[in-house]
């Protein structure tokens, strides 16, 4: 049985423009709602919107909707997938106009990824779908039987993508047919809402569990290298949902939702060091430093022994997969998007496009796409910023 972890609450801040679809007919004013702007302090111009894409109609008294598949961007077409809540999947043009769409049967728990202009679509229907990300025709799809809920890795010819149920799929990228898999029991407690993406380097493979292991596997036939338990005993709230990220060094960092973040051995999985904060369920490498998100709370962390540099509380029991872009750290938080200075987890800007953002950003150069999670698509234009 799987518990969702936050509460939703419909928010809609003064920074919002209301109009078509709950907020997004008409270009929002963006800056921090939460300080004051005079002539003299104008609001920060980050970011310019470049055209917004309604995407999802609401449907009749629908209570805090929200967004959690991150869209993605197709360099060749200029296409950007997105797969929204009614589960639908469009192709939205340069334009932002919808070029194609395909109807599934189920929401989705996770975006696409776009490979040699292929996008593979992890259907909430238990089903990853291959289309041509220019026109959306099919390719082929695998029938996993189980709900999907990560973005797909493509890596070595193969397509990596993981259940709700704690099954790990590979297919061949070229045809979809099953290379192999490897599951692991869920425990019998309450586990947290989400799935740990894997880490594919040097023919290993990286991924998190809910019983509170994260393993290593051949990426040739998915037999296991190593496997570590993270979250000792119990059986609630174990799960190591954070997708596992790595430096030069062959360091590798992951975070357990019960007992904290954890620098690991890639070869071994031996312990190098640990910080005991619970609640964590996303983590970001960046250089020498690592942000993590849960819980109401953004930190950031010395890789080289997990001292804290700084905490930036959100104000309530939401926080999402955090993106490195342009020199800062955003943040989807339910209610806005915040950019934080990494240095010092200052918030610069706090932008609310209607309903918040649940799904993280899609970053593509000095381009941002954004789903909200009212529905609506945006294509946004980092302003001068560097990074």
């Not at 296409?79 to 070029?99: F, N, S």
């Not at 338990?229 to 709230?237: R, V």
């Not at 939401?318 to 955003?330: D, I, R």
Request: proline letters at 5%.
């Amino acid at each position: 049985m799987r518990k969702q972890l936050v509460s939703w609450r419909h928010w809609l801040g003064s920074a919002v423009a209301v109009g078509l679809l709950s907020g997004c007919s008409s270009l929002p004013r963006y800056g921090n709602p939460e300080l004051p702007r005079t002539e003299l302090a104008p609001p920060l111009d980050y970011f310019s919107v470049n055209w917004w894409a309604p995407l999802v109609a609401p449907t009749l008294l629908e209570y805090a909707p929200r967004e959690v598949a991150t869209p993605a961007f197709d360099a060749r077409s200029k296409m950007v997938i997105a797969a929204t809540r009614d589960g639908v999947i469009r192709g939205v043009g340069p334009d932002g106009q919808i070029k194609w769409s395909k109807n599934t049967n189920t929401r989705f728990a996770a975006g696409a990824t776009v490979h040699d202009g292929v996008a593979f679509v992890p259907g909430g229907d238990g089903i990853l779908y291959a289309l041509d990300a220019a026109t959306g025709e099919q390719k082929w799809q695998y029938a996993a039987g189980e709900s999907l809920a990560t973005v797909p890795v493509v890596a070595e010819g193969l397509v990596l993508v993981a259940s709700e149920s704690d099954t790990l799929f590979a297919v061949k990228a070229a045809d979809g047919v099953w290379a192999w898999q490897y599951r692991r029991d869920p425990p019998s407690g309450f586990t947290v809402r989400g799935a740990s993406a894997p880490l594919v380097r040097e023919g290993n493979v990286y991924v998190g569990f809910s019983d509170g292991y994260i393993v290593s596997l051949s990426m040739k036939d998915g037999a296991a290298n190593w496997e570590k338990s993270l979250s000792g005993s119990g059986n609630e709230f174990l799960d190591v949902d954070t997708t596992p990220a790595m430096d030069e060094h062959g360091q590798l960092y992951v975070a357990s939702y019960k007992n904290g973040i954890y620098a690991l051995s890639a070869d071994t999985g031996d312990v190098v060091w640990t910080n005991a904060v619970s609640g964590m369920t996303s983590l970001l490498a960046r250089g020498q430093m690592l942000f993590v998100v849960g819980d109401g709370r953004v930190d950031a962390y010395l890789a080289e022994d997990g001292r804290l540099l700084w905490s930036h509380r959100l104000g309530e029991r939401a926080g999402f997969t955090p993106v490195f872009a342009k020199g800062m750290l955003l943040v989807p938080n339910q209610r806005s998007l915040l950019f934080l200075d990494p240095k010092t987890g200052q918030s610069r800007v706090s932008w609310n496009p209607g309903a918040g953002v649940s799904a993280a950003p899609f970053v593509a150069g000095s381009q941002l796409f954004v789903l909200s999670n009212n529905g609506c698509l945006y294509s946004l234009d980092f302003n001068g910023l560097k990074g």
